[in-house]
């Protein structure tokens, strides 16, 4: 029973060897990302196994359905890069893992967020060239300030914890308001009020067809003067061109980004012998108060041994003919 893994990493080999042990299944593992270039190495597969840059397209799809492929396994949450409805019309099944250490993310959120408040990117350097004056480092406190996030579900969720925890008053706006995070104390508002009144704004919505660029300059405009964004989320929720006009006009004092929306290009690669020729990222990386990671939120320990596990689950009891256990990772 063979499995074509797409954009495969020698992380990602580790940890689905480690727990492929009695599925059955033989994994090809391959490095480039799926899409209408490469879909015809697939041969004799039951399944692929796709990541977010893969590119699972209702092409992509038809292709893979006429090779007998029956299963498209997504080793993570989001799910905008496959087109459902056209697996649904092959009869094709697709699965996702819905809920993997949402905590690694949230942390990582937070990560970004005080290394932002605090400068400790840039204190990090200037120690070690025996650089000891704090000047240009003032930071602010976490403590007392508003913060607003934009989906509480599962990520979100962890995310407003930590923040209550350090104090903060913090405003949500979801479609569905969670009950747990109300009695804690997070407050639901409108999208706009969580806009206006927060000092900090962290996304952890998905990508919609409503929501692409939630973050663009009529939204940046309700925003207070030196908010600080964060998104871990996905890249097309921000308009990047937007955005560094709202760096350059100070209106964003800090902005740290996990997700970009060119990020296939560019993320999970070593470019640095490379002349890169996206100029937006080149332009985001510039400003002092900026940080990007690549899409490395997910990146720990526990989150690769979870996303292992249930998608090799998954996928073995769909070969079989079976639900998984937990219904929330088929999406098809
Ligand atoms: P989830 O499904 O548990 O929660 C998403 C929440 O967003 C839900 O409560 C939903 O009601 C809400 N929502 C949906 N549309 C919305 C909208 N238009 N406005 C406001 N809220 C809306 O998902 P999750 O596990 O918390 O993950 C959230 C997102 O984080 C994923 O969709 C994915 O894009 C991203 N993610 C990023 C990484 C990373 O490594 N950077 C890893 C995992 C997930």
Known sequence: MKMFFFSAKPYDKVFFDRYNKDTGIEIEYLDTHLGPHIVNVVEDAVAVC???????????????????????????????????????????????????????????AVAMLLTLNRKTHKAYNR???????????????????????????KIGKAFCKIMLGFGCTVVAYDIYEDADLKLLGVTYVTQQEVMQKSDVISLHCPLTAD????????????????????????????????????LKQHK??????????????????????????????????????????AHQAFFTNEALSQIAQITLGSIASLIKGQEPEDLATLLV
């Open 50 to 108: 796709v990541f977010v840059n893969d590119k699972v397209t209702a092409d992509v799809i038809a292709q893979l359905a006429a090779k007998g492929v029956k299963i498209i396994a997504l080793r993570c949450a989001g799910f905008n890069n496959v087109d459902l409805n056209a697996a649904k019309a092959h009869g094709i099944r697709v699965c996702r893992v819905p809920a993997y250490s949402p905590e690694a993310v949230a942390e990582h």
């Open 127 to 153: 120690v070690r060239e025996q650089n000891f004056s704090l000047n240009g480092l003032l930071g602010f406190n976490l403590h007392g300030k508003m913060v607003g996030v934009i989906g509480t579900g």
């Open 211 to 246: 929501n692409h660029y939630l973050i663009n300059k009529d939204t940046l405009a309700l925003m207070k003067e030196g908010v600080t964004l964060i998104n871990t989320s996905r890249g097309g929720l921000v308009c990047t061109a937007d955005i560094i006009d709202a």
């Open 252 to 293: 964003v004092g800090h902005l740290g980004i996990d997700v970009y929306e060119q990020e296939e290009k560019l993320f999970f690669r070593d470019l640095s012998q490379d002349i890169i020729e996206d100029d937006m990222i080149q332009r985001l990386m510039s400003f002092p108060n900026v940080l990007v990671t």
